[in-house]
């Protein structure tokens, strides 16, 4: 009687549990086929089981947009993993639940049908655990230094520059400013050279994070701001980046600032040595179009002139005189430099031409297809953009030549270039072509503890240092400068070209070798993502088509500029095209190769 008991019993429990699976697989069902599925099935009303398997999901769905080869490295690297292994296999063994094909791509599917998803989840922001947001505790972190900032340890030896205009240039979206030019009229007999002095102001969020704090470990381990199609992923808490951190426009701001002085070739004066010194300045904010249409000596441009600093706001630029007069003298510099790093052997040797910048932009709308909308242009070098990649330059290679000359190990950037022949350059067409074959003479850049010529740059020597806000390789080097120049103890002294970022004692070299890793996965996938998407919804309609390049091993694998858009892409044609010819394609077309 016992045993019959317990059978009906069993049997009981099985069909209640049979029942709830099939209530469930009914309600994903209903949900899955409907336009709201937030409607049908909330997640939040579902057992801490299904939760779980739901969440499990993830780890396996993230892996949808792998190639199969990489998908079995992925999923071998997650069963090492005893976390990682547990959530697959309640993924798989969910999905099997309720009559689902255990694989990355149902899991996807299931996951955007539910809403949990939306159909443009970046995968590989899931599968590699980006954190997009900072914890509470680095918030509070950022809010405590905003309203209570440290004792400034360089407050005695800042030297005050804020008499001098000092411009912030760059895109009117960018809210991370971190650096600004001025210049300074010197009361001295001689050449233009000898009578100016470019200075550099590079923010200084050293003067706020110290070392070993939780937010210097967070930059540390972060190495870098993400910019991608859809948000940005900064380093710093926004509130911190976009706050005391940046060079704010209208504002007294700490900052790192390089004076140099120019010879008449437009190389760093060697007989005037570069000024590396904390600063304080004052900003005015100019975006790129605002300074090329200052500098067009056609274009009318009145006192009311309105600078966007980029926070909904705007600057009215009191001294149009003054602003376009140092513009000029910074676009003379900027054109001198450049002169100068051509006669060095730089990539603008074999081509003046800068091939365009693709930008995306994809961002939520109830307009859109899917509900987002997709907008991509290619970006023009200009005038503006040739000042500030110029000074950019001046900058690093002026902290360069100090690390070199004070012995200050720094991680000093390299790169060769294979000689081309006459022939070979003036068979191909003027322009982009030619850039881009500029460009495949090139090795891939190196980093060491000894200076060596960078020859795509035409530098001599040269160091990054210009974005702090952004980059955790440049914050490290300016703690490293700025512990040299106050005589204390430098915090990364090993001068060794194997140093381990994640070792104890850290080597600047080590760190800059380990730093952008993530940023690599993610913007580069991200960005062809939405230009196949960009282009898939184009449909027939055609696009311009350069062809760049062909493959010299493969007859039928060109390379392709899309100049509309700032895209190139690599693309196997059934019948021979010649370099530098332009043809229209169909964009759907284009986007099975992207």
Known sequence: MDVVATMRSRAKVEAMEAARWEDLKQRIYNASSSVSAASLFIIENEGEEIQTALKSLERLGCMANLSPDEMKKQEKAMLENTNDADELSKAKQFLQNIDRRATSEVARQLLVSLGIWTKHTNLDIVRLKVRTAFDAYLEDAAADIASHPPPDLDEGSRLDLTHLPAFAIDEASTKEIDDALSVEMLDTDGSIHKRQRLWIHIADPTRYIELGSPLWKEARRRATSIYLPTETIPMFPMSLAAGPLSLRPGEVSCALSVGIMLDDAGGIDEDTAPIITPSYVRTTRLTYDEVDLLLDPFAMVDNESKSDNGGGESNTIEDMETTVECLRQLQYAS????????????????????????????????????????????????????????????????????????????????????????????????GPCRSWIAILSTSASQISSTPLPHAGLGLDMYAQVTSPVRRYADLALHFQIKSHLRGDPLPFPGNDNNGDANSAGETMVGIAKNAGTISRQLERPANDYWLKEFLRRRGTQPTKVLVLHSDRWKDDVYKLLLPELGAICTYRSTKSLAVGEQLEMQSVHLSEIV
Do not use: C
């Open 335 to 430: 054109e001198q430099r450049l002169l100068w790093r051509i006669d060095g052997g730089s990539l603008e040797s074999i081509s003046p031409y800068e091939l365009p910048d693709l930008t995306i932009k994809a961002r939520p709308s109830p307009d859109g297809i899917d509900g987002w909308e997709v907008d991509i242009y290619a970006k023009e070098q200009r005038a503006a953009n040739r000042i500030v990649t110029e000074l950019m330059l001046a900058a690093n290679e002026a902290v360069a030549l100090y690390g070199d000359k004070h012995g200050v190990p720094m991680p000093f950037r390299s790169q060769g270039m294979d000689a081309l022949s006459d022939d070979e350059i003036e068979m191909t067409p003027e």
